[in-house]
């Protein structure tokens, strides 16, 4: 279609994003898994099981979709804008072409699940190596037919490459543009076409929430924003200073739709606190949350709808009767059970959160209270019908001995509930090295076999209860769970080396 478009001309701008971005996942937890997997794992079977065929769709990340519909909302026509995935890069790049964006999630690996995961496991993280690829074909098909185009890169993982510039001229990436860019992207690509000089690290301008242009194709897992940034000020995320917009329930209703009219059949509603929809300020508002789910059921073509994050501060402000009807909305007649949402605890002791920025994130509670208030929130999620997961971090700054133990024992006695918790590695965003495995004290450890013990038991079921109510078929099922027991017997091995290294 795009090839007979522009004749062999290629399209003034292409927006291109790596296989792993621009997979058909079953579920979202699909893309989850396979974000996390390193070269220890045969790329074959990544592919092969968890990344599909994208059922002739083109599926791209969100964010690109939204440069894409924020350039063609700023006169850009149909003709000069193409979205390709890597294997379309090749009908959609040639004499014709100006700028090439790429979306990246992990340029260098240096995030904190993607450091964690590789020090663990082992090799190089995927989302990495895919990010490779792309960029050897861009390059390779740039210099063979357009040399005077510029490589353009934005994406949640800039950061990485803003933070080492070095690394951008040895990629050949021109520019780098970072956070939302809804505001000035057209202005950015435009002056991009017509030559002129840019710097090579530059700063996006976002819109107002209901100023986010709609999507026009399929994006990643049917993924919609429902709102967007936090504000909470946690110094180890790059949400910190990204204050929380909603948008507005028709726009919402409407990506959702253009999702489904493209081949979607379930959708991901994202935000970084999926009860503070609706929300002025901190203070939540339930019901309107409830009213968009309520619409989205409404939709006759809609399977799944999946939330991600969660604050813990905000399921505080919901009575037990209004998460119970979150629960029974986002399940509908799907079938599934546990819907799952992840919350960040970061650690037990509230202290230490508070001391690297998270005291907003608290809502107020008393810093000696947050173990004992994240407990009574996630038993909460629990009796709902959800099964929560809860991210920590390990190694933040100034942490002691006393706070992991704490971490522990918060671990510990949630022993009797299904919750998922998943503990990484700090990262920092100011370019210095992450924590390492070898830095990792004793008490680390055992707060990293007490997680994965309940991880063990309990992400299987979660597991197989989104896939069969996504329709994903036994054999396949079958197959997935027999990897995810042998990769289970792999970090048992890992922990039992750790365990005698440290006599635990
Ligand atoms: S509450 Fe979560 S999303 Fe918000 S700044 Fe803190 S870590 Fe980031």
Redesign the pocket.
């Known amino acids: 279609m795009r090839g007979e478009a522009r004749r062999g001309e290629g399209y003034p701008v292409v927006l291109a994003a790596d296989r792993m971005l621009t997979a058909d996942y079953g579920v979202v937890f699909d893309a989850m898994v396979a974000a996390s997997q390193t070269s220890a794992a045969p790329r074959w079977l990544l592919e092969r099981l968890l990344m599909g065929d994208g059922r002739g769709m083109e599926i791209a990340p969100l964010g690109l979709r939204r440069v894409e519909a924020a350039l063609r909302q700023a006169g850009f026509g149909a003709d000069e804008v193409a979205v390709a995935g890597e294997r379309g890069l090749d009908a959609v790049i040639g004499p014709a072409t100006r700028v090439v964006g790429i979306s990246v999630g992990e340029p260098l690996g240096l995030g904190m699940n993607s450091t964690t995961m590789s020090e663990v496991a082992g090799g190089t993280i995927y989302p990495q190596l895919y990010f490779q690829d792309l960029l050897r074909r861009v390059r390779r098909l740039m210099r063979e037919r357009a040399p005077k185009a510029r490589l353009l890169a934005g994406g949640p993982g800039v950061w990485q490459l803003a933070m080492h510039p070095d690394r951008m001229s040895e990629m050949g990436i021109d520019h780098v543009v970072g956070g939302y860019v809804e505001g000035n992207i057209a202005g950015m690509v435009r002056s991009l076409m017509d030559g002129k000089e840019m710097p090579g690290v530059m700063d996006g301008q976002g819109v107002e929430a209901r100023l986010i242009p709609r999507l026009r194709g399929a994006s990643a897992f049917g993924s919609v924003e429902i709102s967007r940034g936090?504000?909470?000020?946690?110094r180890?995320?790059?949400?910190?200073?990204t204050p929380?917009g909603h948008l507005p329930e028709e726009n919402i209703l409407a990506d959702v739709e253009t999702n489904l009219s493209s081949g979607m059949r379930d959708t991901a509603v994202l935000s970084?606190?999926f009860f503070r929809y609706g929300a002025s300020g901190a203070k939540t508002a339930p019901s309107k949350l409830l009213e968009l789910l309520g619409r989205l059921r409404e939709m006759p073509d809609l399977r799944l709808i999946q939330p991600d994050?969660a604050?813990l501060s905000s399921v505080a402000q919901w009575s037990d009767d209004e998460l119970k009807e979150a629960w029974r909305l986002l399940v509908g007649k799907t079938g599934r059970k546990h819907p799952w949402v992840n919350t960040?605890v970061?650690t037990a002791s509230g202290a230490l959160l508070a001391a690297n920025?998270?005291r907003?994130?608290m809502g107020g509670v008393n810093p000696e209270e947050w173990g004992a208030f994240c407990e009574t929130q996630i038993r909460r999620l629990c009796g709902a019908g959800f099964m929560p997961m809860a991210s920590l971090v390990l190694g933040l700054p100034g942490e002691t001995e006393d706070d992991v133990r704490k971490t522990l024992e918060w671990v510990e006695r949630l022993g009797d509930v299904a919750v998922m918790i998943f503990p990484m590695f700090y990262a920092p965003l100011d370019g210095a090295p992450p924590v390492k495995m070898k830095s990792l004290r004793r008490i680390h450890w055992r707060l990293f076999r007490a997680c994965y013990r309940l991880n063990f038991k309990w992400t299987p079921r979660m597991y197989a209860d989104h896939q069969r109510a996504a329709g994903i078929g036994w054999g396949k099922r079958t197959l997935l769970q027999t990897l995810g027991r042998m990769q289970t017997w792999q970090w048992q091995a890992r922990f039992k080396i750790q365990n005698s290294r440290f006599k635990i």
């Open positions: 936090c504000g909470w000020g946690c180890f995320c790059v949400m910190a200073r929380m970084e606190d994050h604050n960040g970061e920025g998270g907003p994130k």
